[in-house]
């Protein structure tokens, strides 16, 4: 078949172009990779906004629910936490001759907490566990524990998170307590679900809210609390001020501790040592009250 000189003309331009395509490709290929080292090895800012403009999005568009503005004044409370080292009054490490000093025991601190950048978190308050012994166990603590502190909180102002399993293809472990249900559905306080979730994300939601501080309640002590992506390590890990309310929590036992609860115990002792300053739950209640 015979090419027309238009043919022609239009494969030899194809031609040409096919280097000045290479070209650009190669270009595109190392502007991306050079991009990537720079945000792995030196936080790049604008990886950083950009994660933080797609929570705003999230946020604006309903995942994410913007938690309320308190108008509470800030208030104090008494903390603990167990140290081998000696501590000053701030929870750093107390020196001498420049090098921290053994002084095992238990320190006191006197916190400032702001409702404008405080959110207490309640973790999987399920009623749905595939165990009636947990649900009867846990289920004590929700209804005479969590719930009576839900509302105090409710009423001074203090936004609340309740952490959960999304309930879409899930027969358990993710039906939250019927009082907290209502409470979400009249907006009184936030939900999120692990699923899709994961540290960054939960970080940069609560910096979003203008929140700096997290009271940790929920269950358990020894499990989710601490290991989850949304629990007390990763947030510490990401710069949150983290307290523990240990007596509105609890956690899984071994089969002779369900009763004096000494996993829940010895849990509490590990993470007032180094995650976690310990709240009082009656002071917190008080400081609740004393509006």
Known sequence: MRLTEKKITALRQSVRARPVRAIMLLVSLCIVFCYGVGVGFYQWPPFSVLKAGHVAIKTKLGKYQPLPKSEGASF?????????????????????????????????????????????????????????????????????????LVRHTLHYGLPI???????????????IHPELELLFANGKIS??????????GFAEYLRSQGVDSLIYTGFASNMCLISRQTGMIHMKEKGFRIFFVPEASAAVELADTWHEQSIHEASTKIISQWIAEIIDYEELIKALNDR
């Open 191 to 200: 939900l999120l679900f692990h699923q899709g979730l994961d540290d960054d």
């Open 76 to 148: 104090t409370l008494s903390t603990s936490r167990y140290s081998y080292f000696a501590l000053d009054t701030t929870g750093s490490l107390a020196l001498e001759k420049s090098l921290p000093y053994r002084s095992e025991g238990m320190y006191r601190f006197v916190r400032t907490i702001d409702p404008g950048k405080t959110a207490m978190i309640v973790m999987d308050p399920w009623v749905d566990m595939a165990s009636d012994h947990a649900n009867e166990y846990y289920g004590e603590i929700l209804n005479s524990r969590i719930i009576p």
């Open 161 to 175: 998170i309740v952490l959960t399993n999304n309930p879409k293809g899930r027969n358990y472990n993710s039906k």
